[in-house]
């Protein structure tokens, strides 16, 4: 079978997990899986310790691309800069130019190559499955045109909405129209559709209702990467963040709400400290933190590889969650947070899925994002169980066991075989 991912070891972040995950598995389900990627980009986050998780049956082809990350990564290898870090990646203003200028997105440079590969790849191996996965959507786009060019089946997978999200809203009615057009044309063409959660597939069935293809295989953890993961005592009460900041995952609200903590002595600011492991986009979160008067208690740790970056969480107090109003956003290392069975914080939209997720496995404390008041009381408490040694454990429970990356592979299989089957 074809994959087609841009997003892909070994870069990093959460956008490569899901697909990484699925090819790891894949293997022990019958399906031998042959990875369309593009070649080095100028990335914020790159892990190579997840190529090394790729099983041996795995075969990774990776092509050009005229998209502004692969252009950037070729300049800066001519003027001998490679390995520089991409300060407008952390802290950089939007690039809005780009949403006008490329169409389905920035990526569509990667396309031509894409396509004149996976042709070729389907010829040469006799694929009889192509899987392509969005974010970027030009991944959708690609798989489509090799389909009709070979006739072989598609599934298309959605890992984030496409229509109506705020950070990717078109710039114009044009460009609205002509993106639900090519969304409809995709879940028409495709022998089936996944999303990675059911807010996103009920979306998606009420705006195609004439499609009854959409399933869900939801995001997930894996076991593997808890192995031997030691989780600690910190002696300082320690609030653990994995993951990005952005304007869609604000950490403001908290930072004020540390602020208050330690401007009443609720909690001594040598006793606290918010430990963020991972990077920043379009935001500069340590210049945040000073204005809001909390820049002595952030530790930031940067990026680090997956495994090293759970080891951190491993050694929390609490962990936090922080999503966006989009109430489709559900983001994976919820799935992490629950595994590492420690205490949740999560400022997170009320009426939202993660939110009522967060609820129904008794994560303790769901305070909406822009409740200071609320976000304060929860890490008063939290602090109070702190210091009485009697801090509570995370959950993690049969039902959130089914979230386990190799079981939702295994889904995947299963609808591999019924498409090919058919």
Known sequence: M??????????????????????????????KP??????????????????????????????GSFDPLRILFLAKKVLGKTGEKNASANSGGKSRGFSWLFFPDNKVGWIPFAVRKAISICRREKIDLIFSSSPPPSAHLAAYIVKRATGIRWIADFRDP??????????????????????????SCADRVVTANPVIQAEMKNAHPLTTTIRLIDQGYDEEDFRELVSTKPD????????????????????????KLTDQNLIPKSKIRLLHVGGSVHMDVKRLARECGSSEI?????????????????????????????PRVFPAKVFEYLRLGKPILGVVPQRSRIAKF??????????ETEDLEGIKQALLAYFAE???????????????????????????????DEVVSE
């Open 2 to 31: 074809l994959i087609i991912a841009y997003y892909f070891p070994p870069l990093g972040m959460g956008g490569v997990q899901r697909t990484a995950k699925f090819v790891k598995y894949l293997p022990q389900f019958g399906w």
């Open 386 to 416: 702190f210091k009485s040694g009697q801090m509570r454990s995370g959950v993690m429970d049969v039902s959130v066991k089914s979230f386990e990356r190799k079981a939702l592979t295994g889904r995947l299989a299963s609808l591999f």
């Open 298 to 326: 952030l530790e930031t740790e940067g990026y680090l590889p997956h495994r090293q970056a759970l080891a951190q969480m491993a050694q929390a107090s609490v962990l936090l969650l922080i999503t966006s109003d989009d």
């Open 162 to 187: 496409w229509i109506g999200y705020k950070l990717e809203k078109p710039p114009t009615p044009l460009h609205l129209f002509f993106k639900r057009r090519l969304e409809k044309t995709i879940v």
């Open 236 to 259: 300082v009460f320690t609030i653990g963040y994995l993951g990005t900041f952005s304007p869609d995952c604000d950490p403001e609200p908290v930072f004020r709400a540390l602020k």
């Open 34 to 63: 042959c990875v369309l990627t593009v070649k080095d980009v100028e990335y914020m986050a790159k892990d190579d310790s997840l190529l090394g998780k790729i099983p041996s049956q795995a075969q990774i082809i990776r092509t």
């Open 358 to 367: 967060l609820r129904d496995v008794k994560a303790q404390a769901v305070v």
